[in-house]
Protein backbone atom coordinates (compact mmCIF):
# COMPACT_ATOMS: atom_id res chain seq x y z
CA UNK A 1 0.00 0.00 0.00
CA UNK A 2 1.32 3.76 -0.93
CA UNK A 3 0.21 6.69 0.73
CA UNK A 4 -1.07 9.64 -1.24
CA UNK A 5 -2.15 12.64 0.78
CA UNK A 6 -3.41 15.30 -1.40
CA UNK A 7 -3.99 19.29 0.07
CA UNK A 8 -4.19 22.68 -1.48
CA UNK A 9 -7.50 23.29 -3.34
CA UNK A 10 -10.08 25.46 -2.82
CA UNK A 11 -11.96 28.14 -4.06
CA UNK A 12 -10.32 30.53 -6.95
CA UNK A 13 -11.75 33.61 -8.78
CA UNK A 14 -10.70 33.08 -12.68
CA UNK A 15 -7.64 34.51 -13.51
CA UNK A 16 -5.96 33.27 -10.49
CA UNK A 17 -3.51 30.82 -9.52
CA UNK A 18 -3.49 27.55 -6.71
CA UNK A 19 -1.31 24.78 -5.85
CA UNK A 20 -2.02 21.58 -4.94
CA UNK A 21 0.52 18.82 -2.76
CA UNK A 22 0.96 15.51 -3.09
CA UNK A 23 2.83 14.00 0.02
CA UNK A 24 4.11 10.48 -0.16
CA UNK A 25 7.43 8.74 0.77
CA UNK A 26 10.90 9.05 -0.39
CA UNK A 27 11.09 6.06 -1.79
CA UNK A 28 8.13 6.30 -4.35
CA UNK A 29 9.92 9.41 -5.56
CA UNK A 30 12.83 7.32 -6.17
CA UNK A 31 11.54 4.74 -8.08
CA UNK A 32 8.36 5.57 -9.51
CA UNK A 33 6.44 8.84 -11.51
CA UNK A 34 3.76 11.10 -10.72
CA UNK A 35 1.04 12.14 -12.17
CA UNK A 36 -1.85 14.35 -12.17
CA UNK A 37 -5.43 14.08 -13.26
CA UNK A 38 -8.61 15.70 -12.99
CA UNK A 39 -12.14 15.03 -13.48
CA UNK A 40 -15.08 17.48 -14.12
CA UNK A 41 -18.36 16.95 -13.27
CA UNK A 42 -20.36 14.59 -15.42
CA UNK A 43 -17.14 14.01 -17.47
CA UNK A 44 -14.54 11.49 -18.00
CA UNK A 45 -11.22 11.14 -15.73
CA UNK A 46 -8.39 13.26 -17.53
CA UNK A 47 -4.69 12.75 -17.17
CA UNK A 48 -3.14 16.37 -17.45
CA UNK A 49 0.80 16.57 -16.17
CA UNK A 50 3.51 13.60 -15.24
CA UNK A 51 6.86 13.97 -14.02
CA UNK A 52 9.58 10.95 -14.36
CA UNK A 53 11.49 9.53 -11.25
CA UNK A 54 14.63 9.08 -13.33
CA UNK A 55 15.28 12.19 -15.21
CA UNK A 56 12.13 14.50 -13.79
CA UNK A 57 11.26 14.82 -17.56
CA UNK A 58 7.57 15.99 -17.38
CA UNK A 59 4.44 16.03 -19.90
CA UNK A 60 1.71 18.17 -19.57
CA UNK A 61 -1.60 17.97 -21.42
CA UNK A 62 -2.06 20.86 -23.98
CA UNK A 63 -5.20 21.86 -22.36
CA UNK A 64 -2.93 23.10 -19.08
CA UNK A 65 0.24 23.34 -21.19
CA UNK A 66 2.08 26.91 -20.33
CA UNK A 67 -0.33 27.57 -17.22
CA UNK A 68 0.03 24.30 -15.06
CA UNK A 69 3.86 23.38 -13.39
CA UNK A 70 4.52 19.92 -12.08
CA UNK A 71 7.12 20.17 -9.54
CA UNK A 72 8.95 18.14 -6.74
CA UNK A 73 10.52 18.93 -3.39
CA UNK A 74 12.70 15.78 -2.00
CA UNK A 75 13.03 17.07 1.45
CA UNK A 76 9.50 17.06 1.93
CA UNK A 77 8.72 13.88 -0.34
CA UNK A 78 5.99 15.89 -1.82
CA UNK A 79 5.18 16.64 -5.96
CA UNK A 80 3.34 20.18 -6.51
CA UNK A 81 1.14 21.31 -9.12
CA UNK A 82 0.88 24.62 -9.62
CA UNK A 83 -2.03 26.40 -11.39
CA UNK A 84 -1.91 30.25 -13.00
CA UNK A 85 -4.10 31.74 -15.04
CA UNK A 86 -7.40 29.88 -13.67
CA UNK A 87 -10.58 29.39 -15.59
CA UNK A 88 -13.71 27.83 -15.15
CA UNK A 89 -13.38 24.74 -16.87
CA UNK A 90 -10.28 24.05 -14.88
CA UNK A 91 -12.98 23.35 -12.05
CA UNK A 92 -12.62 19.66 -10.99
CA UNK A 93 -11.65 17.27 -8.53
CA UNK A 94 -7.63 16.77 -8.58
CA UNK A 95 -5.69 13.62 -7.73
CA UNK A 96 -2.44 12.70 -7.64
CA UNK A 97 -1.46 8.87 -8.76
CA UNK A 98 2.13 6.94 -8.39
CA UNK A 99 3.08 4.53 -11.78
CA UNK A 100 3.94 1.17 -12.10
CA UNK A 101 7.13 2.48 -13.94
CA UNK A 102 9.62 5.13 -13.01
CA UNK A 103 8.67 6.72 -16.54
CA UNK A 104 4.97 7.71 -17.49
CA UNK A 105 4.01 4.85 -19.37
CA UNK A 106 -0.02 5.12 -18.16
CA UNK A 107 -0.20 2.30 -15.71
CA UNK A 108 -1.24 3.43 -12.28
CA UNK A 109 -0.93 1.69 -8.98
CA UNK A 110 -1.94 4.22 -6.12
CA UNK A 111 -4.35 7.20 -6.15
CA UNK A 112 -4.69 10.43 -3.64
CA UNK A 113 -7.94 11.26 -2.19
CA UNK A 114 -8.66 13.86 -4.35
CA UNK A 115 -8.96 17.64 -4.16
CA UNK A 116 -11.79 19.80 -4.95
CA UNK A 117 -10.70 22.62 -7.43
CA UNK A 118 -13.40 25.47 -8.04
CA UNK A 119 -13.24 28.40 -10.59
CA UNK A 120 -16.08 31.34 -10.14
CA UNK A 121 -16.79 34.70 -9.41
Known amino acids: QVQLVESGGGLVQPGGSLRLSCETS????????IGWFRQAPGKGREGISC????????WYQDSVKGRFTISKDNAKNTVYLEMNNLKPEDTAVYYCAVEHNYYCSGTWQTWGQGAQVTVSS
Open 51 to 58: MSSRDDAT
Open 26 to 33: RSILERYA
